[in-house]
Antibody
Framework: QVQLQQSGPGLVKPSRTLSLTCAVS??????????WSWIRQSPLRGLEWLGR?????????DFAESVKSRIMIMADTSKNQFSLQLNFVTPEDTGVYYC??????????WGQGTLVTVSS | DIQMTQSPSFLSASVGDRVTITCRAS??????LAWYQQKPGKAPKLLIY???NLQSGVPSRFSGSGSGTEFTLTIYSLQPDDFATYYC????????FGQGTRVEIK
């Protein structure tokens, strides 16, 4: 059974960096059939895909245009986890952040969600 | 960006009803379309992938159809556990979600 366990702070100050980690069990982040993504949800923006990392002969990343200039997603194979860093956050980045596994274009396993509030 | 538009945004239905939710894409996504169910305070749950494939463990009363720009999620014989919000998501070009359809008890 695949499980994704998220960790990271729930409060981030404006202009700082939001950092979350997703520990994977029951699968490998190096699985070349899967992509590992971050999605967020807020009342203002609904469900919003942020980006993904996946292994296909080498590690690859794709990001949403809306956050492309300030996002990084990385996999750590030694710990079988992947992480999100979102720089220069504003209150508009407040929301529930989910890590997900994607196969065949669909998110079949989700983390428990982390409510991140951007506030001073 | 490909825009996904769901209709209706809200519907009221009774147990046993057949419910249909439509999702339209602003350009073709071929069959790269998934449907999710979300209950308050929980992560979304995958129901359908590649437009018409039922995810393992999902009851057979859920069915997806369509291709290109128009897709449908049908729930045959609505059950009490099905009252939730439903989202479509395309993964043809980047990934975008519809705004959601809330299904409530009449």
């Amino acid at each position: 059974q695949v499980q994704l366990q998220q960790s990271g702070p729930g409060l981030v100050k404006p202009s700082r960096t939001l950092s979350l980690t997703c520990a994977v069990s029951g699968d490998s982040v190096s699985n070349n059939r899967a992509a590992w993504s971050w999605i967020r949800q807020s009342p203002l923006r609904g469900l919003e895909w942020l980006g993904r990392t996946y292994y296909a002969s080498k590690w690859n990343t794709d990001f949403a245009e809306s956050v492309k200039s300030r996002i990084m997603i990385m996999a750590d194979t030694s710990k079988n986890q992947f992480s999100l860093q979102l720089n220069f956050v504003t209150p508009e980045d407040t929301g529930v952040y989910y890590c997900v596994r994607v196969i065949d274009g669909a998110s079949d396993y989700w983390g428990q969600g982390t409510l991140v509030t951007v506030s001073s | 960006d490909i825009q996904m538009t769901q209709s209706p945004s809200f519907l009221s239905a009774s147990v046993g009803d057949r419910v249909t939710i439509t999702c339209r894409a602003s350009q073709s996504v071929t069959d790269w379309l998934a449907w999710y169910q979300q209950k308050p305070g929980k992560a979304p749950k995958l129901l359908i992938y590649r437009a018409s494939n039922l995810q393992s463990g999902v009851p057979s009363r859920f069915s997806g159809s369509g291709s290109g720009t128009e897709f449908t999620l049908t729930i045959y014989s609505l059950q009490p556990d099905d009252f939730a919000t439903y989202y479509c998501q395309q993964s043809h070009t980047s990934r975008t979600f519809g705004q959601g359809t809330r299904v409530e008890i009449k």
